[in-house]
């Protein structure tokens, strides 16, 4: 049974820095690139940072760029992004996905990965 497992959300005011962490297990961790997204009410979930299967490579979305940096690590199954500078407007429930590696072409999209954790909430006070 595949589990993906958040933690580290909170509620943090605006400059703030929070740290997310994703455990996986259940699947072979090496197997998939991951995602982490985010929701807010009324809106979409969007793709916030995406990692490569190896680590190597690094997506981000235009808004979070240069305060948001995501990591992997293979021997303890897990995937963190930091976020720094935090703003009111990146308050959301915030979800680790897991794409197979094949399909970084699309992390973009939500409907793309296979596995998802039940979210946390990030709430960002100005």
């Known amino acids: 049974q595949v589990q993906l497992v958040e933690s580290g959300g909170g509620s943090v005011q605006a400059g703030d820095s929070l740290r997310l962490s994703c455990a996986a297990s259940?699947?072979?961790?090496?197997?998939?690139?991951m995602g982490w997204f985010r929701q807010s009410p009324g809106k979409e979930r969007e793709l916030v940072s995406a990692?490569?299967?190896?680590?190597?490579?690094?997506d981000y979305a235009g808004s979070v760029k240069g305060r948001f940096t995501i990591s992997r690590d293979h021997a303890k199954n897990t995937v963190d992004l930091q976020m720094n500078s935090l703003r009111p407007e990146d308050t959301a429930v915030y979800y680790c996905?897991?794409?197979?590696?094949?399909?970084?072409?699309?992390?973009?999209?939500?409907?793309?990965?296979?596995?998802w954790g039940q979210g946390i909430q990030v709430i960002v006070s100005s």
């Open positions: 259940g699947l072979k961790f090496s197997n998939y690139a």
């Open positions: 996905a897991a794409i197979t590696a094949g399909d970084w072409y699309r992390r973009a999209s939500a409907a793309a990965y296979r596995y």
């Open positions: 990692i490569t299967w190896s680590g190597t490579g690094q």
